[in-house]
């Protein structure tokens, strides 16, 4: 918790859950990435949180941005990223959106299949943009082991598929520019790009003995941010990275991007919670309590989602006893449980009323919140 937040809520007044952003944390962070890996460009992934205060500070310092729809490109731009700076990162994407986003400037798109090159095609067809201006890179598919926030199978192809999807962008005139994984989000071993940089360099040779010169790399996010457990520092993560890029591309390294969410803006925010009940299901001494707060999956703590992330929980009674407690949303959904297959401890003081403070909140939260499920307002934002 920084002084500013402190000081920001101790003034707050108003009612119900809010999320507070401390922008010289982003700042930090931004600092931290582009000097753990100086030679590669950062695209903050704008899913992690949009806001337009945190968009305008990384315009300005230089970052680039990883956008997954029109809306986000458009939040990119108005923030004062110039199209060059913005890539299509969506792998699914509406053949009108694609168009959308080249007239819009953008030139930089991902695809996992040939139907998506396809599109990227026709669509730079329909607004006269020649297809030679158009940069691809395929995902590659991976296992993602060691991710709390894993990505599964959703996006990317395997190795052998991208040589081929990567031809047939060539085919198709556009520019096959490189190949990108994800290693999985909230990703606390930093040797898991290497696997995925061996596969990215037999990528590379396999379309080079097809005439195919590809140019970049984009390593993607999956860079964590500090939850209950701790974890390794940018700069471990820079290191294993660049060991990993000299062993599988020797002297001739390709050009690489990041595109971090969670590790540029996680610790950056803190959501102020209230206790709305507190109680047992039955009168036995051992019965488990449980907590009920003003904030929930669907208030914006969507990724307690089996319970992958546990984020650090302050209370006013620090240093006094606990006990494990079930802790749970306010809506009138079974679903809306945060902990429950392994109780959170919390302490036996804690009563309907306090406030709580949920940590390392900046990042995926605000946009997981339900518009009025309930009848509950969106999760408030404020950006210091
Ligand atoms: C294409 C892409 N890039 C980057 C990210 C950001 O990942 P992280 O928040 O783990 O840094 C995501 C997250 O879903 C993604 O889908």
Redesign the pocket.
Known sequence: MTERIREFLRTRREDGPCLVVDLDVIRENYGKFARALPETRV?Y?V??NPAPEVLKLLAELGSCF?T?SVVEIELALAAGATPDRISF???IKKERDIARALELGVRLF?VDCEAEVEKIARASAQVSIPAAEVKVFC?ILCDCVG?E?P?SRK?GCVPDMAVDVLEHAHRNGLEAYGV?F?V????RNTESWDVALASASAIFRECAERGIHLSMV?L?????TKYLKSVPAVEAYGEAIFQALSKHFGNRLPETI???????V?NAGIIEAEVVLVSKKSRAEDEIRWVYLDIGKFGGLAETMDESIRYPIRTEHEGTPTVPCVLAGPTCDSADVLYEKEPYMLPVSLEIGDKVLIEGTG??TTTYSAVAFNGFPPLKSYVI
């Open positions: 695209f992934a899913k992690a990883d997954a990162g969506n792998t991902a995902r991710a926030w990505l996006f990108s994800h999985g989000s909230q990703q984009n993607g996010g999956g860079f964590p990041i595109e971090p969410g969670r590790g540029m996680g990042a995926y």
